[in-house]
């Protein structure tokens, strides 16, 4: 069954594979190698994530709750500030985002236990890293179970309704500064245009100026010349635009689809199996990570740190993606 499916998520990886590769060899090339690495364990750990037995997994959730959240908290106690926030463990030079790598061992243990718990908890440590696009990266594998689950569509619309009423009171004490600065400056970019909405502006900039085929390969002038921020992590997808165009985001929307819709497709076709549900929550990460990059790219929304999946640079969250499709296709 697993064979008519991994055709298409091949040849989706392949894509984007050439996506990663070309545009870091463009704007970040000391990074080629780095990168290259990445995708070559992650495929190793995609083939040993095809032999794991999710039930026999599920067995040692306390431990895998346990030692989730003791990862998460060692960002914090060692405390190395990166742009603001405390999401990698360092270890020499190397450096590994715990939430990306906890999060397909949480799904697990999710779809067999339905213990909503042990998302919410990892879910909030990684909220106070402070890193509200992982944080929302790890609730998105709850989104399969809103399908079916009327105690927890309840439960989700009472927190919303209780976030609604405390709002004020989470701008005041729980947002930090830079977080607010996203918010405010997303509505009004051009209230600081060479501060902080400087970003958005630029990414806007990128994207339109790019046309059909785009400014032509190294030739993008955000990029290039450093104007776009971030170009080869958060915006990524804006410096694609500008150097090789809207035919080429066409083709990369085109692949996004073919990977998801063909996980969907997987996940429905046996119901009753317990993988079946792994994959539904995995696309749906997929989905929703793609949907908030784009999103924050074109302004729609607010900038939250989110990676465009396989694309933008960073290994812990490629090789977490590989492996958690290796899970998807172990039965």
């Known amino acids: 069954m697993n064979k008519r ?12 594979f050439s996506f990663n590769i070309l545009m870091v060899n463009s704007l970040a090339p000391q990074l080629v190698g780095k990168q290259t690495l990445s995708w070559g364990i992650g495929i190793f750990l995609f083939f040993v994530g095809k032999q794991i037995n999710i039930k026999q997994i599920a067995r040692y959730k306390q431990i895998i709750l346990f030692t989730s959240c003791v990862l ?3 960002p914090i106690l060692q405390k190395n ?22 999060r397909p061992w949480l799904t697990v243990v999710l779809v067999n236990t339905q213990q909503y718990l042990y998302i919410i908890i990892p879910a ?15 609730l998105s594998i709850l989104i399969p179970f809103l ?28 947002l930090r500064d830079y977080q607010k600065d996203r918010i405010i400056f997303f509505l009004n970019p051009n209230k600081d245009p060479k501060g902080k909405g400087y970003n958005l502006i630029q990414s806007k900039i990128a994207i339109g100026s790019g046309g059909i085929l785009g400014k032509g390969y190294k030739k993008g002038t955000q990029g290039q010349l450093l104007f776009l921020p971030e170009k080869h992590t958060d915006f990524i997808f804006a410096a694609i635009a500008e150097e090789i165009g ?28 317990i993988t079946s549900l792994f994959t539904l929550s995995l696309a749906s990460q997929i989905w929703l990570q793609t949907f908030i990059n784009i999103g924050m790219n074109l302004g729609i929304l607010p900038v939250t740190g989110t990676p465009l999946p396989f694309v933008s640079v960073g290994g812990s969250s ?14």
């Open 318 to 331: 490629i090789m977490s993606l590989l492996f958690s499709l290796g899970i998807a296709f172990s039965s």
């Open 72 to 74: 998460l908290l060692i």
């Open 246 to 273: 809207l035919l080429a985001i066409a083709i990369l929307l085109s692949t996004y689809y073919l990977l998801i819709q063909t996980l969907i497709t997987k996940s429905f076709y046996n119901k009753k199996n």
């Open 5 to 16: 499916f991994l055709l298409p998520i091949f040849l989706s990886l392949l894509i984007l």
């Open 147 to 174: 399908l079916y689950d009327q105690r927890l569509r309840k439960t989700l619309f009472i927190i919303l309704g209780i976030l609604t009423i405390s709002s004020p009171f989470i701008w005041k004490f729980a």
């Open 81 to 102: 500030t990166t742009r603001g926030t405390l999401r990698w463990i360092h270890i020499g030079n190397i450096q590994i985002q715990p939430s990306e790598i906890v």
């Open 124 to 138: 909030l440590l990684v909220f106070f890293q402070p890193d509200l696009g992982g944080a929302i990266s790890t």
